[in-house]
């Protein structure tokens, strides 16, 4: 049994990670980290967990988190990782971040898009970015997880079989659209009321969006060569779920049907990516509460273009979700142990 | 492992079902019946259960589900389970039914409220009503379950700790609110739209509606009176979950104190009916997706009236978990098995 | 041409006064005053008012106010408008007040439900309950309106025409619904943000909520007894609209129809209260956006309960439309000028 | 007072004509025809119109339209238009067209995107296509208007003044994503329920939606020159709203503050379209239930490329709204009586 421990206990990434895992056969919450829950249970924030048996909530504190658990979770916000992972790694300890910490090989980009200086350029080097279906070896052989954003894994999921040459890559254009519960509970403002958000729709961080690196990060290390890319967020009135619809000029390929092979193809083997027949798009709603991502493609023949489309839940592959299918690969396990539950629907 | 079969797969209560018994360790899907999807895979109708192990819907045949299956869940329309049920429980199945068919025990009452001829009234008359944690001995016993309704489920849950004499039984009115999939997926109308039921409230069937006789049905029954209640439905816009606020003047409890202890002592280990503290107010938010239920109270010390306030969701404990946890305690099993994965929040 | 003036101008309220005296044919809004928007456009806070003539909002300062206006607004918070009102009234001008300051006749429950002592007690005694229905005459000579709260709007149309003796007054229990602009734009927590609001519902400030005494001044005001109700208001993922459901039971009516057509009587000649045939309930999706409310009915002859349903927007009729109303009638117009347009649907 | 007529009027572009119309002061409703709702009121389907004065609902008779209305609005399903239109225009009565009839002035296309013979080809070559701030003058003269589509209303808002070569014409990208209203209330499916729409985000109608030719139509007549797009219309679980975000390799545009000071040149006198300020985006809610429409862009440097946003109310500049204008420009009016009641907010 894997003993886990959780620091950020408290937000919506954390407590999504404790639904999944109270699901897993082989792992055990032995630690819970939260500093406005000191002493309290996690149900006192989130009831939905009332009845469940959890470890009481502590102030983080290293002894205790290395003490008491093998893999750590760390879903606090931006900064925090950096401080805390050395310790935990120092110790034998495997680390799964779930914020940005790890994620930009490039530290000017980190302070250009965060604001801060990285203080741990060593660990960034070597933290694997972690989307799952794409380095699965690597990522079970190693001791730290950058697990990659909500948005950058939809656009990665989508584009990433088309980085072989398939396409022209000063062509690509991401339009992405989430559900609001990627913008956390600690985010306390008048856009985030219910009020303000339902019954509207609005674009946000136009051409300079956080993930934006992480995407051309990826993509360029995919391709071999530098990918610019154009990335559009939009706020949907909706708890969960990111559609991503992106677009490139094909170069190779012939028909939707030749599109989807490709997909089909890249993607074999991997149960959690779905990739859909012809005429068919994905919805988000078919991936709510679950860590599956369901991808549609069609190659309109009049402007040689592809659209792709692909739908995660952005708390389950998207966050959470990807993050115990780490765990999974790092700790030897099959990785869907503990994530087959199925989307909420309707 | 228990063969379960499934009439009415593809149905909101069906697929709700599926759900549960995919994630439940002691039970295998071998038999699904559906005429809509007949002699195709179930993801047709619902792209949620892509990548999953399930049996190729047929057109039902009763030879087939009593050949493949130990227990059938019928999860079709009201007055199929009537029909269907006499041929499976002869050859030794059991069966749980969903819709409406075993649950009033009164013949006139069935035809006044549901327009038709009950067929097989020794079967009513044999069949337990089940709202597992009034009844579980009965239910452990039974070979036939009549499902309570969700708006019932919620509302009996409320009241039943009261029906001790604790409160005047002429007094008792029942306010309901409930999230719109229980409807169904089969009603298609226009007042079933998006767009008249987003922005929009309203209460239906006041004083006519069918789950009132279930309601006096199981509280008369409760406590040996006959009960007459008032019960006023309303739909609101959201998927999932039913809120029942229920108000009763009171005879014996002089605080609210007294009133949730009252509640503590009668659902002591029932792990899914969670009693909050005083001071709290249940929220459908919390129960969504899961089998629990969440109850408040207040005693009103100006009015002497008790208002008790019950979440539940009206697809998991209001239909497919409550179905499903009574075929926990037919077979033998812990109440809880396959049943704790908690509530998706948000 | 009526000069008006709106101080709070950045708040729901406010800014639904606005809208609706932008759309007003005799009034010409000449101030507003807001601290958090003093020299900006009111735009900048709410783009829906983009490319209309507005003055600049300014901070509040009474010589600006009583100069440019000849009747007030007030849309502050509770507590401002029993410092400011004084000093308007002073010079003559006409002040309806939407929050509390001026509801509560009884200084002892004002302390109670609002924590503060009330430092205008004679203007207390002298301000009109401005439900527009019910005092047409009284609002027409005052100078000073206490604005119903939206809670109290709603159950005070549902139950006023039951006040004549028709049921037994300790048996009133309103059981009330509303969407989350209630909650205003200040309030920014966590409960009000999108993700926890959406796909949840709940009861809240039960048995203690502080439009009670308001209900219940005023319906022991139309009946001549003190009245005494139970209140439960609950919040409702949607935006505006208040649904009420009341019960009494009933003394001296024999069927829906005479309860209908006691309605019918009651609000003969009011425009902007509809009665609808038996059969109908109302929906507050068909007035969203307007001043109009709605009403059903039915008597239950198994339990001689009336049941009422009562639909208004809580910021139309339940606020910024009654207010405008409430300023037509004290300036000698129509009550209808200005508010006919209907509701938004879909 | 012009007398206008309303055929369909009890779907959702003819009830919102109908809110339109009923607070224009020039105008006033004299005939409405409906099938569904002959010899009833319209509040019998859409009770938000209680209490107001409308005609009774007629089953449709080109005489009597002819008999009590100067111009009439068509706003039934699509191939009804073509067969009425000829008959009211002969009797010297002006004609606005709300569905696709008279849009595409290609027939082949018309049989190919609406799978029928288009009749009144001579009537198509006459209509003009109106987009009312690209060809008021046109507007003012003609007799039978073609409304345009909703999403082909935002995307050519959006993009008219790029089409002076300030962009790639090859390039051009949008991707919208509407609310649900845009369905209408006679199209009642499963995928329409609110359950299904609820909480889900999808793209349909990839490569090939109906609006497609009708923009490509549009920009090429702005252009001079054949304009091949790619569109991708998505649904959004909102009532009302299009934001349309589009995409386009710049020319001749440096900055970002140089797009939008083109854009602001380009609609200068045209009250209903705003232009925002740098940095800021639009969202369908500011423009909720109006006729307004407001417009973002950005240029990004790195990648040369012009992302332009555009929100408008798909019931409102998308349909009803617009029509209204249109009527206004037709009849000598002022293109904004009766339009300029803002969005309702939140």
Redesign the interface.
Known sequence: MIRVGIIGASG?AG?ELI?YL??HPEAKITYLASDSLKGKPLSEA???????DLPVCEKYDSHNAIDKADIIFQAQGNGVGMRVAPHLLAKGRKVIDIPADFRLKDPEQYTQFYGAVNTAPELVAEAVYGVSELHPEQIASARLIANPGCYATGAILALAPLMNGAVEL?SV?I?S?S???GAG?SK???P?????????????G??NHRHTPEIEQELSSLTGQSV???F?P?L??????I?T?A?ANVRSLASTADLLALYREFYAGR??V?V?DEG???????????N?C?I?G???P??N?A?I?C?IDNMGKGAAGQAVQNMNLMCGLDETVGL???????
Do not use: W
């Not at 949907?236 to 779920?241: K, S, V, Y």
């Not at 994905?282 to 679950?290: A, C, D, E, R």
């Not at 087959?340 to 309707?346: K, L, S």
């Open positions: 919506y407590a639904r109270l699901a989130y009831p939905s967990f009332l009845g469940r000063d254009i339009d659209k559900g609001v519960s509970r306390v403002d008048v985030g009321l219910f009020c303000e958000v339902n019954e509207g729709l609005k674009a946000y136009v051409a610019q890319v154009n559009t939009h949907i009135p909706m708890n969960r779920g559609l619809t677009y149960p959690f779905q859909l068919r798009q994905p919805n988000t709603k078919n991936v709510f509460g679950s599956f369901h549609g069609v190659i309109d009049r402007t273009r659209i489309t739908a087959m539950n199925g989307a909420v629907y309707p």
